[in-house]
């Protein structure tokens, strides 16, 4: 029997303000909007969707560090892009060896990454 998932339909982003968080996505990281959302944007082919937990009565809680890796050509360009729109990294950024990354949040606290592998899957 093959799997039950079929694949991955959309990320969910908390937000206490899903507005703030698009423009951030959007605007500062220079994400595609989707056109038919006011609350969705587009990650390559993968859909984020912002959704407000105090709008169900749950409270914000963000999502660890990294949860969104996104691949970047440049690590250290594409960092310093970001630092010059005001955007705070956490630390240094780290070579692995076979991968670059940068750490930062949104403004809601959620984790993200940049992120490029360098040394090809064997």
């Known amino acids: 029997?093959?799997?039950?998932?079929?694949?991955?339909?959309?990320?969910?982003?908390?937000?206490?303000?899903?507005?703030?968080?698009?423009?951030f996505y959007v605007d500062t990281l220079g994400l595609r909007a989707d056109d038919h959302a006011k609350s969705e944007f587009w990650v390559g082919a993968t859909c984020c969707v912002i959704w407000e937990p105090a709008s169900m009565g749950w409270p914000l809680v963000p999502q660890p560090v990294g949860s969104l890796a996104l691949r970047v050509?440049?690590?250290?360009?594409?960092?310093?892009?970001?630092?010059?729109?005001?955007?705070?990294?956490?630390?240094?950024?780290?070579?692995?060896?076979?991968?670059?990354?940068?750490?930062?949040?949104?403004?809601?606290?959620?984790?993200?990454?940049?992120?490029?592998r360098y040394v090809p899957y064997a």
């Open 1 to 23: 029997m093959g799997s039950l998932i079929q694949s991955l339909d959309f990320v969910a982003i908390p937000s206490t303000d899903a507005a703030r968080t698009r423009a």
């Open 73 to 116: 050509e440049d690590v250290p360009a594409a960092r310093a892009a970001l630092e010059g729109k005001g955007i705070q990294f956490v630390g240094d950024t780290i070579d692995t060896g076979v991968c670059r990354m940068a750490l930062f949040a949104d403004p809601d606290g959620n984790g993200l990454m940049l992120h490029h």
